[in-house]
């Protein structure tokens, strides 16, 4: 059972467009969600980061948006630069002391 | 500066075979955990430990055995290795419960069995 879905395998955007990355979760208990990006041969690295308290966090050109009733997040990168093509995993947590990650977006932004 | 560290990058093994994955961590974090990341699977937790001397299953622990005898390192195991393990095995830290403090990732190890 899948509990954190990214239903996009992959994306492609031009460089300077915006990338929209979007995330399904089913556990209504998850409580704070987390995005990572990950290089090849590299292991992921924390990119940013919302509680289910807020809908919206920005960091830079990164954004990500919360809808609970949906049980839906997305991460908007404005503008997209060719810097940021990795593969891009979900995650999610709740009162466990682990995450569950979607199975990734791998963005590609081209010139 | 070097974060969390995983030896070996790269195994082959021959079914049956047994080895040990080393991860070590040099950011004094209490917790750590083992994954495996599989085409279209996304990161499956094997295994991990909140703290020295605890361990705890994870999503995917069938056929791996873990050991955190000392804080900053955690060992994972295979008593007999099969091709359904072969995998890129990743190791991460963090400091408290994963929502205050995000997961540090190091590099992954890629193992092969034939």
């Known amino acids: 059972d899948q509990q954190v879905k990214q239903n996009s395998p992959s994306l492609s955007v031009q460089e300077g467009r915006i990338s929209i990355l979007n995330c399904d979760y089913t556990?209504?208990?998850?409580?704070?969600f987390l995005w990572y990006k990950k290089y090849p041969a590299e292991g992921p690295t924390f990119l940013i980061s919302?509680?289910?308290?807020?809908d919206k966090n920005e960091d830079g050109r990164f954004t990500v948006f919360l809808n609970k009733s949906a049980k839906h997040l997305s991460l908007h990168i404005v503008p997209s630069q060719p810097g940021d093509s990795a593969v891009y995993f979900c995650a999610a947590t709740g009162t466990a002391s682990k995450l569950t990650f979607g199975t990734g977006t791998r963005l590609q932004v081209t010139l | 500066n070097a974060g969390v560290t995983q030896t070996p990058k790269f195994r082959v093994l021959k079914t049956g075979q047994s080895m040990t994955l080393l991860c070590a961590q040099d950011?004094?974090?209490?917790?750590m955990y083992w994954y495996r990341q599989d085409p279209g699977m996304g990161l499956r937790l094997i295994h991990y430990?909140?703290?020295?001397?605890?361990?705890a299953k994870g999503e995917v622990p069938d056929g791996y055995n873990v050991s955190r005898l000392k804080k900053q390192n955690f060992l994972l195991g295979l008593e007999s290795a099969a091709p359904s393990q072969t995998s890129v095995y990743f190791c991460?830290?963090?400091?408290?419960?994963?929502?205050?403090?995000?997961?540090?990732f190091g590099d992954g190890t890629r193992l092969s069995i034939l």
């Open positions: 991460a830290s963090s400091l408290r419960f994963p929502s205050n403090q995000p997961q540090h």
């Open positions: 556990n209504s208990m998850f409580d704070y």
């Open positions: 919302i509680s289910s308290i807020k």
């Open positions: 950011m004094n974090h209490e917790y």
């Open positions: 430990s909140v703290g020295e001397g605890t361990t």
